[in-house]
């Protein structure tokens, strides 16, 4: 956009014939929202026993609930799952597919998010539940079927086996939630951004951190000690008599 020069030949009354201030904000941005969203989790805890109401349920519940919880893949993604997807050897889980967009029909398959597949690794004990559950199958199917043959969709999946898991003590989530939950726990165990960028299947690493980094927070003091010079020569008995970063002298505070 090119600048608009004004120039004063005296005008009226000494005057500007217009308002060289005026179309100067026409490309103003907003202020950032300083106050992000927060991003809601299933305690560890709640989590266990929201697994051990599925395993009551049946073996598919179970497996489904485990796998969501222990992996970054959405519901879509779960429900485009076939068995020719795991990699039992390697513990990977190929998510090349979604299912169940309903306005493109019932039988729609399309592409994960972000328009390219990714790998997902899988927990010791997803894929021991995993392998138990695929015993007797053919190699080759879909991982999740219902009773027409065709995978279960994200609607029927809401109410039935998800919704009946929760109740008064436990209350209610959508299944993204497990998803928002996986990504938290790895960051806080320590795990780097990039490597929950790549579980995720972000484009960018800002997408990851972002809603999560809350979580990256953490209170090892070794990672600042680092920044100290080799030869400093802070003396124990100097730190122990610190207080508030104020050394203590004989008469008062340093």
Not at 63 to 88: C, H, P, Q, W, Y
Not at 193 to 204: D, R, T
Request: charged share 25%; glycine share 8%; proline share 7%.
């Amino acid at each position: 956009m090119g600048v608009r020069v004004w120039e004063w030949d005296g005008g009226k009354n000494g005057q500007l014939d217009g308002n060289p201030a005026a179309n100067s904000t026409r490309w103003l941005l907003r202020s950032a929202n300083t106050q992000k969203r927060q991003i809601d989790i299933i305690p560890k805890p709640e989590l266990q026993t929201l697994l051990k109401r599925a395993e009551a349920r049946s073996p598919m519940t179970y497996v489904m609930v485990l796998t969501l919880g222990r992996t970054s893949i959405r519901i879509s993604e779960l429900m485009g799952l076939r068995l020719e997807d795991l990699d039992f050897e390697r513990r990977e889980m190929h998510v090349r597919r979604t299912w169940g967009n309903q306005s493109r029909g019932p039988d729609y398959t399309g592409i994960p998010k972000g328009s390219k597949p990714r790998i997902v690794d899988m927990s010791q004990q997803l894929c021991a539940a995993l392998q138990a559950y695929v015993v007797g199958r053919p190699e080759e199917g879909w991982l999740f079927p219902s009773k027409t043959g065709l995978p279960m969709t994200p609607n029927s999946f809401y109410p039935t086996p998800w919704k009946p898991l929760f109740d008064a003590v436990i209350a209610y989530r959508h299944p993204h939630i497990l998803r928002h939950t996986y990504a938290t726990q790895l960051l806080w165990q320590g795990q780097p951004p990039v490597f929950v960028k790549e579980q995720l299947g972000h484009s960018s690493i800002r997408i990851s951190v972002d809603p999560y980094g809350h979580a990256i927070r953490s209170s090892d003091k070794s990672a600042v000690d680092q920044l100290d010079d080799p030869d400093a020569s802070l003396r124990k008995s100097d730190a122990s008599n610190d207080i508030r970063g104020l050394k203590l002298i004989k008469g008062g505070l340093a």
